[in-house]
Each structure stands twice: as structure tokens, then as C-alpha cells.
């Protein structure tokens, strides 16, 4: 009797000690991105037993290493989208920010499915469901980074291969293209808006170029509103491409500006296939830029493709000046060009680059070509935040790039004010001088190589 009762004695206690842990299975994370990383913000989790109401300030998750707070708890699908009767809890996480706090890609050119994330209670604090209480929950996952959603999902994904350029063969670009619903079929002609991602951003998986430099904010209503369509509605197709390794990649090697970009053929006929697919495209109104590697690439596309875009915005671009001829400058001149840079940029010079370029474009006549010049970077989801100066491209992606300098060949004068000190043809900023750019003339086709 007295062994009966020690083994349903035993039982009771595994039972109970069993019943004060809730375990949950991790399930997807969501990324959101900011002006120098994208980091996890949401985190789709799987209760074993439902959970219809759920306290966010008993909960704690851990990204990385880093502790982060719950703001709010919701019944979802396993993506996240919310729904009353769903299995699932969407739980979302507290503002991170700072270097070293972000997701990063491997070598690869894919995300570093390493990740760590951990769900778990607040010291001292309970888990009710019902008439059960738990003291502790068991959910992690190492591998947090190997299924997420983010605003990347918004765009169709595809590839498109073509001939390489300056050696045999051919190669293969990811791209990303966003297609408002409210465009499509809509019988009148959209503008396109193209972005060239920087030297960190290239690879196999587009959704790196999206995340990387924050290129989803083209899609965001603040952005798509100052583009009108034909009709008159407002929004834009984007597009954004990636090469597998750098633009700046030639047959000879890493250049400034030498010789041709290894991509420029294949970049021009997947822009072509797109639009081409795309009839509802106002192929009077493509607009085209890039940062750093992706601005070298706007620049020798211009050179390459005169009078094709609409009109561009190099930012941080690192195509040298030395490398741009006198006649090439006078075929820019009649371009619509807004240069975007911080005087402190490190990484690219600007006294190399964009502002000799911006001096001899105005000395050639340029009447429609603009440049805003930093003084340095400073954040605006975290306000006065230092950011490095080669990170211009968060001005842009911010909507706050609204002055240029003066069209003068005299001295630059760096100033963190939008930039300068003119407003380019009386707007108000740099999207709503883009979206007022139409070719006037045919296309001609007579690249420099």
C-alpha cells in the first residue's frame, strides 16, 4: 500500500511539475527595417494549448542576445496576419536600434539563418490559462532567420539572365518589383522608380537588397504619394535589381569607372523585359538611382543609355570623376540629375566624385542637374543619432532630401538643412522633382564602350 501510494505521490508531482511549463514553437519572425539595419520586431509563436487573452507585460524575448520588451499580443495565422480564432500569437517587440543590434547576411549572399531567438516570463511572473498557472515557457529557436515576413513580401520576385558585358557569357539578376494593385490594369501610364543596391547588398536573395539599405520605404505611402500617374493617381511601380556580386565588378576587375561594368548589358535588357511586360509603364517617365556601388551604376547607365531615364539619383556614387571625359560630361548635361551625399563620407570621396562631376556639369551648361551635400548623417528614427557619413542614402529613403546647392562651379558649402540652399525647379523635394521629370526627346542609343 505504502508503494502505491509513493508511485501516485510521485506521479502528482511530475504532473505538477510538468504543468507549471507551457511550451510554444516557434514559428516565424517579422523584420522591420530602419536607417542602418533591419532587426526583428515580431515574433509568430504556437502555444500547445490555446491562449485567447495574453498579458505582453509578463512576456520578455530575447533576439540575439539582446532582452527585448512585448508591447502587444494578438491571435493570428502562422504569418502573422491577425485572425480571432487562430491558433497562433503574434507577439510584438519594443524599438531596437543601435550598430551590432540588426539581422546580417552570410557570405553567401543570403541571410545568416543563425539566429538566436528566445520567448520566455518576466522573473517572477505567472502564465494563466484558465484554471492553469505556469511559471515558465519553453520556446526557442536558433534558427529564427530561416522563414521571416517583412515588407519585402510586398514585391513579386524573378530573375532574369543575360549576356554579361566585356567577357563571354551570360548571367543571372535577381529582382524585386513592387506593382500597386491600385495601378495595375488601371488603362494609364505609370511612372517606374529603380533602385541599384550598394557593395553590401548583392547575392541571390533580393529581399537583402530591399532590407539592406531600407528600399522599402519607396513602397510606403509616405514616398508613393508624391508620384502621380497618368490618371492621376498617386503611386509608382518599383523595381529594384541585384547583381550577384558588386556593379562595380569589370572583366578586369574591381573599377572606378575604367572600363564598363560587367552587368551594363544585362541591367539594360532586364529593365527593357520588365517594362516590356509592363505595358502600362510610361517609358517617358523611368527614374533611376543607387548608392554607392549602386550609384557608380546609375552614372554609367546614364553614360551608356542617353536620355533612356527620365531622370536619376545618384547617391554616394562611386563612379571616379577622372574617369568621366569631357564629352561624356556634355552628353550629362542634358540629363535630370539630383546627387545626394554627406561631406564626411569616407568611404567615397565626395571631392573625387560626385562634386567635381556636379562643378564641371554646371561649367558644361546643365540646367536641370542638382546636388545636395551633407555636412554629415545623422539618424531620424533615433533623432542626433551620429550615423557614418557614407550612409547618405537614409536621407533619401527618409523623404528628406528637399535642397540642393547653388548651380555654381565655386566652392561647395556641406550643410545638414536639406542639403543647400535651392529648392530644384521649385519643389519641395527630391520625389516630387523626380516625379515631375518627362523625357522630351527620343531615345538614343550610343554607349561610351
Not at 95 to 101: E, L, P, R, V, Y
Not at 201 to 215: F, K
Not at 289 to 303: A, D, F, K, R
Amino acid at each position: 500500500m505504502k508503494t502505491f501510494l509513493s508511485i501516485l505521490a510521485a506521479l502528482a508531482i511530475t504532473a505538477s511539475a510538468s504543468a507549471q511549463t507551457i511550451k510554444m514553437e516557434p514559428q516565424v519572425s517579422g523584420i522591420t527595417t530602419s536607417e542602418i539595419s533591419a532587426v526583428i520586431s515580431m515574433v509568430v509563436v504556437k502555444p500547445e494549448i490555446r491562449i485567447d487573452k495574453l498579458d505582453p507585460s509578463v512576456l520578455t524575448v530575447t533576439t540575439n542576445g539582446r532582452e527585448r520588451n512585448v508591447l502587444h499580443v494578438y491571435p493570428c495565422d502562422s504569418r502573422g496576419a491577425y485572425n480571432p480564432e487562430g491558433s497562433y500569437l503574434a507577439l510584438g517587440l519594443d524599438k531596437i536600434s543601435g550598430w551590432g543590434t540588426g539581422i546580417s547576411k552570410s557570405r553567401a549572399g543570403v541571410w545568416n539563418e543563425e539566429y538566436n531567438v528566445k520567448v520566455a516570463l518576466k522573473p517572477g511572473k505567472t502564465l494563466k490559462v484558465g484554471k492553469q498557472k505556469f511559471t515558465a515557457i519553453e520556446c526557442e529557436t536558433n534558427r529564427a532567420l530561416k522563414d521571416f515576413i517583412s515588407e519585402a513580401d510586398y514585391f513579386n520576385k524573378g530573375t532574369y539572365t543575360g549576356r554579361l558585358t566585356g567577357k563571354p557569357g551570360d548571367v543571372t539578376l535577381t529582382y524585386a518589383s513592387y506593382e500597386p494593385w491600385s495601378l495595375k490594369g488601371d488603362g494609364v501610364a505609370n511612372p517606374l522608380v529603380i533602385w541599384l543596391h550598394g557593395g553590401g547588398e548583392g547575392g541571390i536573395d533580393v529581399s537583402i537588397t530591399l532590407l539592406g539599405n531600407e528600399v522599402v520605404s519607396l513602397i510606403r505611402p509616405e514616398i508613393q504619394s508624391h508620384f502621380t500617374t497618368e490618371g492621376g493617381e498617386n503611386g509608382a511601380y518599383v523595381l529594384s535589381v541585384q547583381c550577384p556580386t558588386m556593379w562595380m565588378g569589370t572583366s578586369k576587375g574591381f573599377g572606378h569607372g575604367e572600363y564598363p561594368s560587367l552587368y551594363a548589358d544585362v541591367l539594360k535588357s532586364c529593365i527593357d523585359s520588365f517594362v516590356d511586360q509592363h505595358p502600362d509603364v510610361d517609358r517617358n517617365r523611368i527614374y533611376l538611382g543607387g548608392c554607392s556601388n549602386g550609384g557608380y551604376m546609375t552614372m554609367h547607365m546614364l553614360m551608356r543609355n542617353p536620355r533612356y531615364f527620365a531622370a536619376a539619383y545618384p547617391t554616394c556614387e562611386a563612379y571616379m570623376d577622372k574617369y568621366i571625359s569631357d564629352t561624356e560630361i556634355q552628353a550629362l548635361a542634358e540629363e535630370n540629375i539630383w546627387f545626394v551625399q554627406s561631406f564626411d563620407d569616407t568611404t567615397v570621396a565626395a571631392a573625387t566624385h560626385c562634386i567635381p562631376t556636379f562643378q564641371r556639369l554646371v561649367k558644361a551648361g546643365a540646367k536641370n542637374v542638382w546636388m545636395s551635400m551633407f555636412e554629415s548623417v545623422v539618424g531620424m528614427d533615433d533623432p542626433g543619432m551620429p550615423i557614418m557619413g557614407h550612409f547618405a542614402w537614409c536621407y533619401v529613403f527618409n523623404d528628406a532630401v528637399t535642397l540642393s546647392q547653388e548651380q555654381t562651379e565655386g566652392d561647395v558649402v556641406p550643410t545638414n538643412n536639406g542639403g543647400g540652399t535651392t529648392a530644384p525647379q521649385g519643389h519641395a523635394n527630391l520625389f516630387d522633382w523626380m516625379n515631375a521629370q518627362v523625357l522630351t526627346a527620343p531615345e538614343i542609343t550610343n554607349p561610351r564602350w
